[in-house]
């Protein structure tokens, strides 16, 4: 069974912990405050605001993005060298460094825009946190640190039964609940 | 994995709601900072400034040894000198100083940053020693909102019983910048079906994730808090048998009558005239109102958002009778008091060298401070709350050359104080300052004559028992994991500097353990047990402890009536007072200056002025940005992007443009705490909180022009 990461947008509040949880796991750039002013350093998980509608019936949210390790990945079909691979057992789409040529074409094919490039150029993304989980911890490093446990890590047909829970318990309260007792 | 990897147990300094922190350890080298899953109030988790604490000791910014000034004021040209030499100088400079105009000439000036439980008793004992007070410190925030809860149920309940709310009601509070790491407990509480409120102008992060959104205009709380309570009142929604039973006003008559029309102005806090002021409409006052008042189980938690207005302390004090007269307070599902420290030592910040003629007094609270109130001092309540010096009385002392020399810890009070030409100005009057900071700052480019290397959090051991949010009756301690070249624990930066100014007698050790037993003597926790155990408890969760043991207040009720404000001629029932600038209290200058310009926190990622150096966090928000207003930036001809100029009173500041619907229309945000962008070039100084001392220093009125591009010469 594959596992996956489950973003729950109704509790994310944009605080931003899980993209500085990555950068610090993966121990990526920017490490100079020159590099940071560039925005040019690869973000693997980004927190983005996103505003909708006029003034007065305006929405805000966030959402925290990162590669969704897709089953059928187009980065892994559009990749011309193999470097990028899905490891069916643990769910993972990897990249193998040695391999990639930098063509960007995983970006062409990615539809959520994840790919990300280094100062080598060459491709690089969110691996699951590979070695934080095989040195023995239980979560990748953005889903422990998040306040809002907004984002959850396990098996998909478990987060898919955790969530359904929750949305049940809220239908129920939407119908104002009432064939409880005293009614 | 490769190396010898270690794990400590530790606490946050990133901020002062001192999260539990394991630091993972390569080789001896600190390679992550990672929340505690043990921690209960974060279970694990740890917000984006804690996350990048390994950077700070990266940091090729940060001041690696004191350093003297060698160039004119502002010119930025230091030389490295000896601890011994700076040590030395400070202590020459602050001695000769107090030979000749006694010891109230030196100002010790302390903020938020080192901390405000040990280092601030740290910090007093070393003043106190001298001979002098501590000046400014938060008067300039919190303690205007724990002086109006004070004085209404003698405590501050700042442990929101999450498990068991119906209605959370963030109040002025932004939990996704300030306390992010409890606010997975709202989450829960929102999943079982507690309604969360949000009461805010900024319609964004938890506020964009609430049942009920409103939208008020800066610096108008009181009026809406006023215009509930009387709808309240008006529906018989109240908690008859608490208020009769434990607060001074059985019946509500005087607060009835308060409200109906009995306060000194004769008006009438209707919904209907608070839709006047608040911008929210009356219709919608009276559905919160009755909603809150009939939903068992309602915590409220406020904010900074409530800060920087003349009616702070009121503002306060109105909610404050709003949780009582509902019954929520210290109440399963409301705002619950607990103990918020280990009892300590009376002695420890020698607070008779100040004050020669009181006693130590004994009693546990965040400060342990001089019962007395000092002839300079207009605030006394501020005084007794904190033992601090008020700002506008300080600046008042090196104004007026009382004070002639100064050490300014942990604080910036040249980008962070409104106005900020004239503190420049009055400040410039030193003839002496010495900055202890991990950076140099503004305050130190135009003032300073020393600076000393201040260590952050990872670098120093020391107890911790202050927190935020949910703050709970727990001390931990705070553990050391790194060096950073000659930086010093600001603690450690009293002791030395005591002795240097032949203080030794009370600062005979350089060892932590001294301090923390010394202090924490009648509690009966020692060094020994905080180093082993992590976790030491002195106090218990429970409910409405009032019953037992009253209300330490005049008559021992609850005063919904303020017996204290009565004595010392505040409004002892909270009356509505304007801001010092908007459109209604100041008709004449809205006219040249139309927009409602307020500040408040720079984001989740940042902490005042702190943090813009660290590369992780720089690049999620990489510059200050203000918040337009799309019809505003339509009629302007503003874009987003553009830089924008704002013009107040008191000076202007150019800012890029984030156009967008977070914010009202006739209002701007300015993230506060940006050295190159900052709002204090714009805010009001001179207009204070009659009771707290705080100046209206988050809201003003402006002007804003698209700016006009700079031509290259």
Redesign the interface.
Known sequence: MSKAIYFDI??C?????C???C???NDL?????E???S?T?P?WRR?M?V?Q????Q?????ISLSCMHCADAPCVIACPTGALSRDKESGRVVVNESKCIGCKMCLQACPFGIPQYGKDDLMQKCNLCL?RLQ?GEAEP?CV???????LRYGDTAELSKKEQT?VA??LV?ATGNKYSAGI | ?NGNVTEVLTVCGACTNSCSLKVKLKDGKVD????Y?KDPR???????KG??A??ML?D??RLKYPVKRVGERGENKWERISWEEALKTIAEAFNKVKAEHGPRAVGFYNGQASGWGFPYQMYERMAHAFGADVSWGTSECFVPRVIGQAMTYAGVPMFPDYEKANMIVYWGRQ???SS?????FA??AR???CKIVAIDPL????A??ADRYLRIEPGTDLALALAVLYVIVEKDLWDHEFVDNYTNDPGLSKLRDHLWGGNSDQIVYTPEWAAEVTGIPAKEIRSFAEELATTKGVCIITGHGLEGRINVTQTARAIAILRLVTGNFDAPGGDLVTTMSPKLNAEFTLNHMVNPDEPPREFVEFFNVPQYNPPECHYPLLYAMQGCMPTPDAMDLVENGTVKAGIIQACNPLLMFPNAAKVKEILSKLEFVAVVDPYITETSIQLADIVLPAAMFLEKTEPEYFQYDRFSPYIRLRKQVATFEEALPDWLICVKLANALGLGEYFPSEDIAYYTDLMLKPSGITYEQLSKEFWVWFGEIEYRKYQKSGFALPGGKANIFSEVFAQIGYDPLPRFVEGAENRRSTPDVAKEYPFICFTGRPG??YVHDQGR?L??????R?EALAMV???DAEKQGIQDGDMIELTSLRGKMKIKAHV???VS?GSVYVPGGWPDANYNELSIDDKFCPISSQANYTSCLAQMTKAEKEVLS
């Open positions: 109704d509790r509040i944009g605080c931003f912990a993209q500085s949880a950068k610090q796991e750039a920017p490490h100079t405050l590099e940071a002013l925005q350093a973000i927190v605001e505003e509608g006029d003034y007065g305006e929405t805000v949210s966030y070695d040195d490093a422990a640190s998040c306040p809002a446990k907004a929750k318990a809220r309260l | 994995m992550k900072v990672e929340g899953a974060t279970k694990g988790a740890i917000c984006s996350l990048s390994k950077q990266q090729p910014r939990p996704a910048f992010s790491t409890q606010s997975h989450l829960d999943d079982r079906g319609h964004f992060h938890m964009a994730k989740p990622m150096t590369p992780w966090i720089r690049e999620m990489p207003n799309t019809l967008t619907n977070i229309e």
